[in-house]
């Protein structure tokens, strides 16, 4: 007799854990995002794009969330000559709003809304956030030069004229001989949107994405 | 995963705003998308059961019946509704490569069945996915080899007008295809086995005669044992040089491991003839004749199973190796070790260390013949050991091998593992070309000169024009590419062009190209000013003769583009991009050779002036695996 209530409470408790793991399982790996009305509240999709951008981003990703290993794959598919890892890892921390590791859908789609439906200064705002890799608020010479790098990755290696090193170097030179009006090494959010505003090149290729959903 | 990325490419392209404060050039104007309507069901009726999906999902694959406008052709006004003949339940799977990107085979399908459905709505066979790959190139492989077999079967009965020549070879190869055939295959078989027992028997000894010994029976009845020895090696001699005459290729005859066999069975007798009764060459004459067993071998033209043995010990070749190496491995150590344990004991057996190997051979393997015991106890240990590692070291890989026999017997996979070599080597190129083909897609369509029209200050009909040719997809891609290279500055090109601009700038000492030009108007001027230089630049290479060979790899090239390309190994990369452009790639790449011969080919270099035509594309042929041949067609300019 004191054996069978050994056997029962060993199965009980090989039991409890097996469920308790499945609900660890079951919890970690499915996300259900906020409802259609309060993401059309917070965003500016409108309801049937909502719906199509939930349904192409659920067939991508059937647990609802997506992690960085996912991203990278996914958007290296759009650049098969170069490697586009490193600007999708920078692309996901911008995205990746509440750092946790995992663009929901909810992330997804905002940032989606702000540079598809924002307006300018939500854009540059976002792009400002996209440099800043360490989050302080001020874009130096080392983070523009990964951006830059991370960019010309992209390319790959048969371009023309032929890549040289000190190539990503001179382009952050210009970008911060444009953007650094007080000459202290750092760009701040209000010279880059300030100096942003005053090219017609880049304002012009703000607008350019306007009518891609 | 599910791998269709075309939803995300709305995501990449919002994302490319990140590039638009780092950029130094206006970017070019994005493809509008001008039926813009709202994404609707669609009903495919097929055979009665009725599909249905979004538009954008059959969109994805545009290179596909289903994907493109062929599919207006089953649209049934009545019903508002496409209606395919066909059986549903292969469209399940066709249906579900759409949705999710990866093809399946079920494996309850017939498999010709499966590939007429394929063929039907246009997708190749190549890119069903890793999991059901297999089992496809298996069931496809035996029904090639059931097809084969059958048309073997029907060719072996008729063929009236074949050479005497080739009916020899015929009868020989398939004892079975005329009686004549049959009765010279017993016959062969009976002198191969006659002529084995008499050398046997003629070393038996029989009957004593008034001499001490017994003398063996070749001794005693010198000259029949010659004539039946005569007798047999007369019919192979025949055998032998008829099947020399019968054979479609003597050389390739002569190499082959029966013929070989042959010939050493046959030799020793006329050597024998040849060579006098000389005493010195007598003892030679003698071990010549044990190759007369080589006879024996000739029966594994009669028989099947002696072959896969005989294949199976040359398949099974590592795991003999190992058998051996690992024996002679113990056989060594054990053998120093016995040896300088029985060095003290006297008389002993054990002389020397390879005197040891013998003592090691027959224990090891259990024989035990006992003419050789140790004697002192250290010896004794160390030899009960060595008799208890022998029984592991033997039985270790033994059942590898007899596995190995019995799975090659039971599936014959001879030539079936060279075939499965190839052809997966086929499919990694296959696939390689289409995944290469978004890229060389979007050179190709640059190279046209397309995406000039595409500048900010460009005209809008030149869009218009061009948008027939490339889907809405594509171009959004093609733009988002187009907008990186706005960005950096930089153009996309294809391998052999950044190997001769390499080649030039370090050869011709051009001042490096810096990108770190200023935002002034002038830009656009000069990146299409370059663009046309870039043209010119092989003009100028023809006229300087060092740079010839350059140019030969220039119109050589650019083929070999897609082997360059990272590749990408996971089954999700063939996604729209690379299978848009899959069967895209291959008129493409038909019509990037003629555009690359045109580029160097000047009006002014008569030598080189184009009477070869551009060779002609060939879509079907795809280009990858057999790059020799069109790098020789070209470089005949």
């Known amino acids: ?213 | 995963m599910a791998a269709g990325v075309a939803a995300w490419l709305p995501f990449a392209r919002a994302a490319a705003i990140g590039w638009m404060p780092v950029a130094n050039l206006p970017m070019p104007v994005a493809p509008t998308n001008k039926n813009k309507h709202q994404d609707e069901l669609i009903i495919l009726n097929v055979s009665g059961r009725r599909f249905q999906t979004w538009r954008n999902t059959l969109d994805r694959y545009p290179d596909t019946l289903l994907g493109s406008s062929e599919k207006e052709f089953f649209f049934n006004e009545e019903t508002r509704e496409y209606f395919f003949d066909r059986d549903p339940d292969v469209f399940r799977s066709i249906l579900n490569f759409y949705r999710t990107g990866k093809l399946h085979y079920p494996r309850y399908e017939c498999i010709s069945a499966y590939d007429e459905e394929l063929a039907f709505f246009g997708i190749i066979p190549e890119i069903i996915s890793d999991c059901c790959y297999e089992e496809y190139k298996d069931r496809k492989r035996e029904n090639t080899e059931r097809l084969m077999d059958d048309l073997e079967d029907n060719k072996d009965s008729k063929l009236p007008n074949m050479t005497f020549r080739e009916t020899m070879w015929r009868a020989f190869e398939n004892p079975h295809t005329s009686t004549m055939a049959l009765v010279f295959y017993y016959v062969t078989g009976f002198f191969i086995a006659i002529s084995v027992i008499t050398n046997v028997v003629e070393t038996v000894p029989c009957g004593s005669t008034p001499n001490q010994r017994d003398i063996p029976c070749g001794e005693r009845y010198t000259e029949a044992f010659f004539c039946m020895d005569t007798a047999c090696v007369m019919i192979f001699t025949v055998e032998y040089l008829m099947r020399l005459f019968a054979a479609p290729s003597r050389y390739r005859f002569m190499r082959s491991v029966m013929s070989i066999i042959d010939v050493v069975a046959i030799l020793p007798y006329y050597i024998g003839l040849v060579m006098t009764n000389n005493e010195d060459v007598s003892g030679a004459f003698v071990t010549l004749r044990v190759f007369r067993v080589f006879r024996i071998f000739k029966f594994s033209r009669h028989s099947q199973g002696l072959r896969i043995l005989g294949y199976t010990l040359k398949s099974c070749a590592s795991e003999l190796g190992f058998l051996l190496f690992s024996l002679t491995m113990a056989i060594i150590i054990f053998a120093t070790v016995m040896f300088y344990a029985e060095k003290g004991s006297s008389s002993s057996k054990f002389t020397s260390i390879p005197a040891s190997f013998w003592y090691t051979i027959v224990t090891m393997t259990t024989l035990g013949y006992g003419d050789m015991v140790p004697k002192t106890i250290a010896g004794k240990i160390f030899g009960s050991i060595c008799s208890l590692s022998g029984v592991l070291v033997i039985a270790l890989p033994v059942p590898v091998i007899v596995s190995n026999f019995s799975r090659i017997y039971h599936q014959n996979q001879r030539a079936d593992k060279r075939r499965a070599q190839k052809v997966q080597k086929a499919r990694l190129a296959r696939m390689r070309i289409s995944k290469s083909g978004s890229s060389t897609a979007f050179l190709h369509s640059k190279r046209n000169g397309l995406n000039q029209s595409l500048e900010l200050t460009g005209s809008l009909e030149e869009d218009q024009q061009m948008k027939k040719t490339t889907s809405l997809l594509e171009s959004q891609h093609h733009h988002l590419l187009h907008c990186l290279e706005k960005t950096t500055n930089h153009e996309f090109v294809d391998e052999r062009l950044y190997e001769q601009g390499y080649l030039q700038t370090a050869l011709q000492n051009f001042p490096s190209r810096s990108p770190s030009l200023s935002s002034e108007e002038g830009i656009t001027g000069t990146c299409c000013s370059r663009r046309t230089k870039k043209n010119m630049q092989p003009l100028s290479a023809t006229h300087t003769h060092s740079h010839t060979h350059n140019l030969q790899e220039l119109s050589a090239l650019h083929i070999q583009c897609g082997e360059q390309q990272p590749l990408n190994t996971s089954r999700s990369s063939l996604n729209l991009m690379s299978d848009e452009s899959g069967s895209l790639n291959c008129k493409s790449s038909g019509l990037v050779t003629t555009a690359i011969i045109s580029i160097p080919t000047p009006p002014s270099n008569n030598s080189r002036a184009s009477p070869d035509a551009p060779p002609p594309p060939n879509p079907d042929a795809p280009p990858l695996p057999n790059p020799g041949t069109d790098v020789v067609k070209i470089s005949a300019l």
């Open chain 1, 1 to 213: 007799m004191l054996r069978s209530t050994l056997v029962a409470v060993v199965t009980l408790t090989l039991y409890l854990l097996d469920s308790v793991e499945d609900e660890l399982e079951l919890s970690a790996v499915r996300h259900r995002p906020e409802g259609l009305e309060q993401l059309e509240a917070q965003t500016r999709f409108s309801r049937k794009e909502l719906q199509i951008l939930y349904r192409g981003f659920k067939n991508e990703c059937p647990s609802g969330v997506v992690n960085e290993d996912t991203f990278k794959e996914i958007y290296s598919q759009f650049f098969p000559q170069g490697d586009a890892s490193t600007y999708a890892h920078f692309l996901f921390n911008a995205f990746d709003t509440d750092h946790n590791g995992s663009v929901s859908f909810e992330d997804f789609v905002m940032g989606l809304s702000i540079l598809l439906r924002g307006t300018v200064q939500e854009k540059l705002n976002w792009a400002f956030n996209l440099y800043d890799i360490n989050k302080d608020g001020y874009i130096t010479k080392e983070e523009m030069l990964d951006i830059i790098k991370s960019i010309y990755d992209m390319m790959g290696k048969c371009t023309y004229p032929i890549l040289k090193e000190e190539t990503p170097r001179q382009h952050v030179e210009i970008f911060f001989q444009k953007m650094d009006k007080n000459r202290d090494g750092v760009v701040t959010i209000d010279e880059f949107i300030d100096c942003c505003q005053n090219d017609e090149n880049i304002m012009r290729s703000m607008q350019l994405f306007e009518n891609v959903i």
